[in-house]
């Protein structure tokens, strides 16, 4: 691991993070031999950064140097909205998720699994939108700038009202010059509140035919999380299937965090769990969205969205491994912020 290099430091808090970004770096990125494309844009290689690491424009630039070529700018919001207190990001000790788990100890020391607690913090558009703004201009041509965004519930709210909220947010979004949209799907759904919106196929639909109004042919992504089952899988995509160019999955699995021999962290509430302990659940479900979307257009020729991996990647093998299982992309969160050069990493070792 490159010690040298600034990270995000999660002993601080996230606004700290954001005021403290890394200048870009000057380093030999080698390539990574292949066409690639994402949603329909060619682009240089398979390696992005999911939703999160990057908080702002500065941030964006600093890993897009380091060999990053699509860049997901932090979920933001149509209001500002805080960062849950710290801490944030909370190591944890697990082999392999399954999804289902009572509880996960927390680990003293960070190894590559953790727990994040953020609540998706997001600047006033204002400034969200004038930062994309110049982000796109100074980002060199060749990298792609995905905007992240997810409603943000009123108290009485109805499904439709979230869904033109998603749509404002995505419009805003492709207004500043976003390269693609994604719409967080993993978060509470208004009209139900025990679910999220990725498990409601006719809710999630709803939002997403939306968005694509709102947003014409701008490459459109739905992220979504741990789904339970091949079922679940089939009717999320038959549902979103018409509206997107891309899926990216596995936002995290969820599970309470316990100090250990103490208590219960976060009030006792789930957590996502980030890092090398999804990889396996996130490949599996790789696997079974994929053979769903490819007999839907086997069956009825729609065609099939991108699939994008995220969850758990650290090294070439881990990434070789998605686009296997069937992934056009693969997106990474914990491994670059652990090591920021580990697109760098993974294109050295590339065969
Ligand atoms: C610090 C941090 C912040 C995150 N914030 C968001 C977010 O705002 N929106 C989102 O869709 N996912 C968010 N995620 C989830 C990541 O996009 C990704 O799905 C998850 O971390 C799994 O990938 P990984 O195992 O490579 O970390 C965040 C993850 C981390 C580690």
């Known amino acids: 691991m490159n010690e040298s290099l600034p990270r995000y430091d999660r002993l ?26 994402f949603c329909g844009l060619p682009v240089a290689s398979p390696l992005g950064i999911a939703a999160g690491p990057l908080l702002n424009g500065r941030w964006v630039r600093y890993y897009a140097s380091l060999g990053f070529d699509v860049l997901t700018y932090k979920t933001v919001r149509s209001v500002e909205r805080a960062c849950y207190p710290l801490p944030n990001l909370v190591p944890v000790e697990v082999a ?11 680990a003293e020391t960070m190894g590559r699994t953790w727990a994040v607690s953020f ?18 201009k100074l980002l060199p041509r060749g990298k792609l700038l995905v905007v992240s965004v997810v409603a943000t519930e009123q108290p009485g709210w109805s499904l439709d009202q979230m869904a033109d909220d998603y749509a404002r947010c995505a419009q805003w979004a492709v207004e500043s010059g ?6 967080n799907f ?20 709803r939002c997403a035919e939306r968005v694509r109004d709102a947003i014409g042919r701008t490459p459109y992504l739905v992220k979504i999380g741990h789904l339970r089952d091949a079922e679940e899988a089939a009717a999320l995509t038959a549902a979103i299937g018409p509206f997107v160019d891309g899926i990216a999955m596995t936002n995290s699995v969820a599970a309470p965090v316990r100090r250990p021999g103490g208590e219960l962290l976060f009030d006792g509430a789930p957590r996502g769990i980030c890092g090398a302990g999804i990889l396996e659940a996130s490949l599996r479900q790789m696997r079974t969205v994929r053979q769903t979307v490819t007999q839907r257009y086997l069956r009825e020729g729609t065609k099939p969205a991108s699939l994008i991996g995220v969850g758990g990647a650290f090294s070439a093998e881990d990434v070789r491994r998605y686009l296997v299982a069937g992934a056009a ?3 990474l969160a914990t491994a670059a912020m652990v090591d920021p050069t580990a697109a760098l990493q993974v294109r050295n070792t590339w065969l």
Request: glycine fraction near 6%; hydrophobic fraction near 35%; charge should be negative.
């Open 12 to 37: 601080q808090s996230y606004d700290w993070n954001y005021a403290h970004a890394p200048e870009p770096v000057e380093v030999d990125v080698p390539a990574i031999p292949g066409t690639w494309d």
């Open 96 to 106: 392999q998720m399954a999804g289902g788990e009572r509880e996960v100890p927390a």
């Open 119 to 136: 609540g998706m913090p997001s600047k006033a558009p204002t400034v969200w939108r004038a930062d994309v703004e110049e982000t796109r």
């Open 178 to 183: 976003a390269d693609a949209v994604e719409t």
């Open 186 to 205: 993993s978060c509470p759904n208004v009209c139900t509140s025990d679910g999220q919106l990725y498990q409601q196929p006719a809710d999630a639909a």
């Open 329 to 331: 992309a693969v997106h």
